[in-house]
């Protein structure tokens, strides 16, 4: 059974990645209308990716005996001056959601709430994952930054990620 400052931390890690997945899609809109189809591709894989997020803390709320309280998803930013910008604006995000992790963890850890440790400790190794990927694509977009010919062969090879649902852990 979660108690209700676990429950309370974990609705609110619900709407982050739900807020995640909002804004991302916002960056979708954007690529679209900038005409970078492989670009916007990219981030509806990641909106997969942070709906995915959000519904499975959604389902483990459930499990652990809580109640699933969903709030208001704030409006996201819909505009940016380039692609760098918009990907800077991802890792940017993506290290809120490294710290606001990190701190459930320790909650977790201060309630000895030992399952919910072992399960949050998939969010903490993700967030590496999820920091990384946007870092590396920040890296390359500042390498083509002058060069528009460059800038589409790099949307054409962002267009190529599509989103897999991990596994189940009992499968792994």
């Given at each position: 059974?979660?108690?209700?400052?676990?429950?309370?931390?974990?609705?609110?890690?619900?709407?982050?990645?739900?807020?995640?997945?909002?804004?991302?899609?916002?960056?979708?809109?954007?690529?679209?209308?900038?005409?970078?189809?492989?670009?916007?591709?990219?981030?509806?894989?990641?909106?997969?990716?942070?709906?995915f997020?959000?519904?499975?803390?959604?389902?483990?709320?459930?499990?652990?005996?809580?109640?699933?309280?969903?709030?208001?998803?704030?409006?996201?930013i819909?505009?940016?001056?380039?692609?760098l910008?918009?990907?800077?604006?991802?890792?940017?995000?993506?290290?809120?959601?490294?710290a606001?992790?990190?701190?459930i963890?320790?909650?977790?850890?201060?309630?000895?709430?030992?399952?919910?440790?072992?399960f949050?400790?998939?969010?903490?190794t993700?967030?590496?994952?999820?920091?990384?990927?946007?870092?590396?694509?920040?890296?390359?977009?500042?390498r083509?930054?002058?060069?528009?010919?460059?800038?589409?062969?790099?949307?054409?090879?962002?267009?190529?990620?599509?989103?897999?649902?991990?596994a189940?852990?009992?499968?792994?």
């Open positions: 059974m979660l108690n209700d400052r676990m429950q309370q931390l974990m609705n609110e890690r619900v709407n982050m990645e739900f807020y995640a997945a909002y804004l991302y899609l916002s960056m979708v809109a954007y690529f679209e209308s900038e005409n970078l189809p492989g670009m916007a591709s990219w981030m509806r894989s990641q909106v997969q990716e942070e709906l997020h959000g519904m499975k803390m959604f389902d483990y709320i459930n499990e652990r005996g809580g109640r699933v309280a969903l709030a208001q998803i704030d409006t996201p819909a505009e940016w001056d380039s692609a910008d918009v990907f800077r604006a991802g890792f940017e995000h993506e290290l809120k959601v490294t606001a992790y990190n701190e963890l320790s909650a977790a850890r201060e309630e000895r709430d030992h399952a919910s440790e072992i949050l400790q998939w969010y903490v993700e967030q590496v994952e999820e920091e990384s990927n946007f870092d590396a694509i920040i890296h390359q977009l500042e083509i930054v002058d060069s528009s010919n460059a800038l589409l062969m790099f949307d054409r090879e962002m267009g190529q990620r599509v989103f897999t649902p991990p189940a852990e009992s499968e792994a």
